[in-house]
Nanobody, 126 residues
Framework: QVQLVESGGGLVQAGGSLRVSCVAS??????????MGWFRQAPGKEREFVAG????????YYADSVKGRFTIAKDNAKNTVSLQMNSLKPEDTAIYYC?????????????????WGQGTQVTVSA
């Protein structure tokens, strides 16, 4: 069974930085064979794509709202994917989820992802 566990969320002032991480575990599960994505969901809103990284790590996509501020990275040896978030804004406040997908390409829809973590809260104060 695949398990994704996020950590690193918290409270930060606008303009600050946070780094959230996701550790994957499970029998024979390696993130090197999966597309990995970060999504977020704010209260009353739908879950939205934030960033995704290909199996090899050579292809990365970002939502326009975070481009230039967020950086996704994966460490295959540690089975970990991270999201470095800089220049945070109050509108970045949400629960951030890590997810894995068996698709070849990076998808922006939650339905493309099979396994999900429990989420970690990120709150940005004005």
């Amino acid at each position: 069974q695949v398990q994704l566990v996020e950590s690193g969320g918290g409270l930060v002032q606008a303009g600050g930085s946070l780094r959230v991480s996701c550790v994957a575990s499970g029998r024979a599960f390696s993130i090197s064979t999966y597309v990995m994505g970060w999504f977020r969901q704010a209260p009353g809103k739908e879950r939205e794509f934030v960033a995704g990284i290909s199996r090899s790590g050579s292809v990365i996509y970002y939502a326009d709202s975070v481009k230039g501020r967020f950086t996704i990275a994966k460490d295959n040896a540690k089975n970990t994917v991270s999201l470095q978030m800089n220049s945070l804004k109050p509108e970045d406040t949400a629960i951030y989820y890590c997810a894995s997908s068996t698709t070849v390409d990076i998808g922006a829809l939650p339905s493309a992802y099979r396994n999900w973590g429990q989420g970690t809260q990120v709150t940005v104060s004005a």
